[in-house]
Every structure is written in C-alpha cells, then in structure tokens.
C-alpha cells in the first residue's frame, strides 16, 4: 500500500522513461489487435464471441503458466530463450 501511495503523490517531471515508453506501446499493440480481431471473431463465432473470447483467455492462461514452469525449471540458464 506504501508504494502504491508513492507512486500516487510523486511529483510528475513530464518526461517519459523506457518504462512508460514500453507500456505505451505493448498497451497499443494489445488493445489494437483486440479491436482488429473483434470482428473476424464476430464474423466466425456470431453470438458466441465472448465465449470464444473466454477459451482463448483460458488457453493464454494455461501456455503463461507452462512458460512460468519451464522457466523456474532452468533458471539460471536462460529459461525459455
């Protein structure tokens, strides 16, 4: 809660770091690709789209998790790159 709080209440200096510049630009490709691929789900699923929508969430879900547990397998080693 402390750091949340800092993060709140810190003064803003107007500059843009790697960080923000990344999130911007990861925010852009995700949200766009969302709104690109709506309506080519539209299209194949009809009605059915949010649970489409849902097993695709479930499937990123499951290969995030497998690609959290071939890292911490290998650690050191360079995980899954």
């Known amino acids: 809660?402390?750091?949340?709080?800092s993060l709140l209440t810190r003064s803003r200096s107007g500059k843009l770091g790697i960080v923000e510049v990344v999130a911007m630009?990861?925010?852009?490709?995700?949200?766009?690709?969302?709104y690109a691929v709506l309506g080519v789900a539209?299209?194949?699923a009809?009605?059915?789209?949010?649970v489409s929508y849902l097993i695709a969430g479930v499937i990123t879900l499951l290969t995030a998790y497998s690609y959290l547990k071939f890292t911490l397998h290998f650690g050191e080693h360079g995980?899954?790159?």
């Open 79 to 81: 995980g899954v790159f």
């Open 25 to 34: 630009g990861v925010g852009g490709m995700v949200s766009g690709g969302i």
């Open 46 to 50: 009809g009605n059915a789209v949010s």
């Open 42 to 44: 539209m299209r194949q």
């Open 1 to 5: 809660m402390g750091s949340l709080r």
